[in-house]
Each structure stands twice: as structure tokens, then as C-alpha cells.
């Protein structure tokens, strides 16, 4: 975004905080409803095969991701664990429960779209994990 004038900079951030935000809502909903127990999360668990402990590690992954996307400084990061958070999900709809996996993989799309749109952060984060640990590309 470093190469946009302001207005064209303004203007896609609107745009990403406009998805982080559905993403967040999304999340919560779904976190939410993992961690209280509702029957059609249980039932999905079931379906699933590994145990109800499962669904309360997924409901806590979701609610840490819908607070890193909406962190500014970390929402790049919440985008990237929302994007693995739904490759899982789509792995699991494709191959365990055989059910349509299109909902985890819009969601993953959208996921990446904030990454794209916040690519800027996620390279911050590499310039401070390098200044930290001495990390290069070449090294990785």
C-alpha cells in the first residue's frame, strides 16, 4: 500500500476493516457456540470423530483469531490463523465428515484477503522478528 495515495490507501483499509469486522462477528458466533455447548456443535463433533475436547480447542482457536484480526497491529497475524484455522476445516468437511466445505473455504478467502490487504504489517512483523532474532530469508 506504500505506493497508493492517501485516498487509495484510506480506501482499502476501510475495505479490510470491513472484513476483519465480518470476520470477527463470524468467529464469535462460531467460537461462541462451540464453547456453550450447542447442540448442532456437538452434533457436528460427533460427526467429526475426536472427541468433544476438540470442539472446545476449535471454539478457542476461533475466539484467539477473532481477536488477533481485529488487534491493528496484529491483524495480518489474526488473518494467517484464521486462514490455517479454515484449511483445517475445509481438510475436515472434505475428507472426515464428506459435508459441502464451501463456507470454511469463503472464510478462508476472505481471511486472505486481509492478509493481502495488511501485507504491510506482515512484513513489520518480519523486520522486528529479524531485528529480534537475527532472522533472514536466506536463513529459513
Do not use: C
Amino acid at each position: 500500500m506504500g505506493n497508493l495515495p492517501k485516498r487509495g490507501r484510506l480506501v482499502l483499509i476501510g475495505i479490510s476493516w470491513l472484513l476483519q469486522l465480518y470476520l470477527a462477528y463470524t468467529f464469535f458466533q462460531a467460537g461462541y457456540a462451540k464453547l456453550t455447548s450447542a447442540p448442532i456443535m456437538i452434533h457436528i463433533f460427533d460427526l467429526i470423530g475426536f472427541g468433544q475436547w476438540f470442539r472446545y480447542v476449535s471454539g478457542v482457536i476461533e475466539l484467539t483469531g477473532m481477536v488477533l484480526v481485529l488487534l491493528p497491529r496484529l491483524s495480518v497475524l489474526g488473518g494467517l490463523w484464521l486462514m490455517a484455522t479454515m484449511f483445517v476445516a475445509v481438510l475436515i468437511n472434505l475428507f472426515i465428515t464428506h459435508t459441502n466445505a464451501l463456507s470454511p473455504a469463503e472464510l478462508f478467502v476472505i481471511a486472505a484477503a486481509v492478509v493481502g490487504l495488511r501485507y504491510d504489517q506482515l512484513l513489520n512483523v518480519y523486520g522486528w522478528l529479524r531485528s529480534r532474532v537475527g532472522l533472514s530469508i536466506n536463513q529459513v
